[in-house]
Nanobody, 127 residues
Framework: QVQVVESGGGLVQVGGSLRLSCAAS????????TGWFRQAPGNERDFVAA????????DYADSVKGRFTISRDNAKNTVYLQMNSLKPEDTAVYYC????????????????????WGQGTQVTVSS
C-alpha cells in the first residue's frame, strides 16, 4: 500500500508563487510515476503535470506550461510542483497521485491511470 501526502498550499496573490510537495508516508516512491491534478468546486479533477520515476519524462497541461515545473528527489521520496505567475484560475484543491510502472520513463496523464491519491491541498489565488 502506497500513501502520499501533499503540502504547501495556501493563499497567494496574483503573480505570486507556491511550491507544493508530495511525500510518501509509509512507502517510498521507488518505481512510481507521479502526477498532480487539481479540482475547483463543481468541476472535474483535471490533469496538471506528471513526472516519470526516472525524472526523464514530464508532461504539463497547456494551461500551466511555462509557469509550473514538476520535479522529484527520489532520495527524499518527494515530488514537487513549483507554481509561478499564479492566476485566479489556478485556484483549486491540488492532489498528488502515484502509480507503479515498469517503464521508468512513463509519465501518465489520465486520472484513471493513477492508483494512489493524496488528500489534497488548497491553493487560492486572490485577485
Amino acid at each position: 500500500q502506497v500513501q502520499v501526502v501533499e503540502s504547501g498550499g495556501g493563499l497567494v496573490q496574483v503573480g505570486g508563487s507556491l511550491r507544493l510537495s508530495c511525500a510518501a508516508s509509509t512507502r517510498t516512491f521507488k518505481g512510481y510515476a507521479t502526477g498532480w491534478f487539481r479540482q475547483a468546486p463543481g468541476n472535474e479533477r483535471d490533469f496538471v503535470a506528471a513526472i516519470s520515476w526516472s525524472g526523464g519524462s514530464t508532461d504539463y497541461a497547456d494551461s500551466v506550461k511555462g509557469r509550473f515545473t514538476i520535479s522529484r528527489d527520489n532520495a527524499k521520496n518527494t515530488v514537487y510542483l513549483q507554481m509561478n505567475s499564479l492566476k485566479p484560475e489556478d485556484t483549486a484543491v491540488y492532489y498528488c497521485a502515484a502509480v507503479f510502472t515498469i517503464d521508468s520513463d512513463y509519465a501518465p496523464q489520465l486520472r484513471r491511470e493513477y492508483r494512489y491519491w493524496g488528500q489534497g491541498t488548497q491553493v487560492t489565488v486572490s485577485s
